[in-house]
Structures are given as structure tokens and as C-alpha cells.
Nanobody, 118 residues
């Protein structure tokens, strides 16, 4: 059974940093691309960053230069290092597949909440 467990969110002042973690089980993690999404109140879920199985990355324009996605295949974990946080970054953050429709991507974890105060 697929499990996606996000953690690391919290309350931070604007300009601060957080590192999110997503522990993955139930899939062949090392051969799957992974991504971080976020959903702010009143807005649709958006793709924030993705990392391929080989480690290449891509980012939404809103976070490029501030966020870094990475993965540790030995730990079946994907990370999102968030620096220079802005109030607009406040959202619930989720991990999942970056594209396509693998069967396991139908499952979403509970996410981890990031709150940024000014």
C-alpha cells in the first residue's frame, strides 16, 4: 500500500527557512520521479518542484532560486528546502508524482502546513 508522509512544516517569519520531508513507501521509489505541490486557501493545488529519478530538477517560477528539491533513495525520502520564505508561500504542502497517472499517485497524504508571518 502506498504511503506518503509529509513532515517539517511549521510557522516561520518571512525570510526564514524550513525543510520539508516526504517519506515514501509502497512504490519503487528510486525509479519514480517525485514532486512537491502546495495548496493555499482559496486556490487550486499547484506544482512547486519536481525531481527525476536521475536527480534533475525543475521549479515553478514563483519559487525558483529560493527552494531546492532533492531525494535520498537510500531513505525513500524527498526533501524540499525552502529559503527566503514569503507570506505567499503559506500553504499545505504535499508530495506526489510530478506528471502522468501512475496508479499510486491517486493517493495523497495529509500534507504538512507551512505558515509564513510578516
Amino acid at each position: 500500500q502506498v504511503q506518503l508522509v509529509e513532515s517539517g512544516g511549521g510557522l516561520v517569519q518571512a525570510g526564514g527557512s524550513l525543510r520539508l520531508s516526504c517519506a515514501v513507501s509502497g512504490i519503487a521509489f528510486s525509479i519514480n520521479a517525485m514532486a512537491w505541490y502546495r495548496q493555499a486557501p482559496g486556490k487550486q493545488r499547484e506544482l512547486v518542484a519536481g525531481v527525476s529519478a536521475s536527480g534533475s530538477t525543475n521549479y515553478a517560477r514563483a519559487v525558483k532560486g529560493r527552494f531546492t528539491i532533492s531525494r535520498d533513495n537510500a531513505k525513500n525520502t524527498v526533501y524540499l528546502q525552502m529559503n527566503s520564505l514569503k507570506p505567499k508561500d503559506a500553504a499545505v504542502y504535499y508530495c506526489n508524482a510530478p506528471s502522468g497517472h501512475p496508479a499510486w499517485s491517486n493517493y495523497w497524504g495529509q500534507g504538512t502546513q507551512v505558515t509564513v508571518s510578516s
